[in-house]
């Protein structure tokens, strides 16, 4: 069993940044995968970017390429998501997940999310 907390969501203006951290506790394998997903009112969910536990692998949606990074700390169980250069239209609750391969589908944990709200 793996729960997920997420953490460092907010209130920002357009262009600023904003560190998400999600929290895992119980245990993660070298070949898990976690990721960050988000909805924004009225719209579906989206993938944002995801992660290999080990880091030998990272994936982009197109939408935040060059100015999202996901990074992990195995020492602190956590995964990050550092966003720059936000966007109105990143405003969305996002979503840490774990599972064993990138799409939603195959997430097994879900966090229960944290707001970003981009002011324009």
């Known amino acids: 069993q793996v729960q997920l907390v997420e953490s460092g969501g907010g209130l920002v203006q357009t262009g600023g940044s904003l560190r998400l951290s999600c929290a895992a506790s119980?245990?993660?394998?070298?070949?898990?995968?976690m990721a960050w997903f988000r909805q924004a009112p009225g719209k579906e969910r989206e993938t944002v970017a995801g992660?290999?536990?080990?880091?030998?692998?990272?994936s982009y949606a197109g939408s935040v390429k060059g100015r999202f990074t996901i990074s992990r700390d195995n020492a602190k169980n956590t995964v990050y998501l550092q966003m720059n250069s936000l966007k109105p239209e990143d405003t969305a609750v996002y979503y840490c997940?774990?599972?064993?391969?990138?799409?939603?589908?195959?997430?097994?944990?879900w966090g229960k999310g944290t707001l970003v709200t981009v002011s324009s």
């Open positions: 997940a774990a599972g064993s391969a990138f799409a939603a589908r195959n997430m097994d944990y």
């Open positions: 119980g245990r993660l394998f070298s070949n898990s995968i």
């Open positions: 992660i290999r536990w080990s880091g030998s692998i990272t």
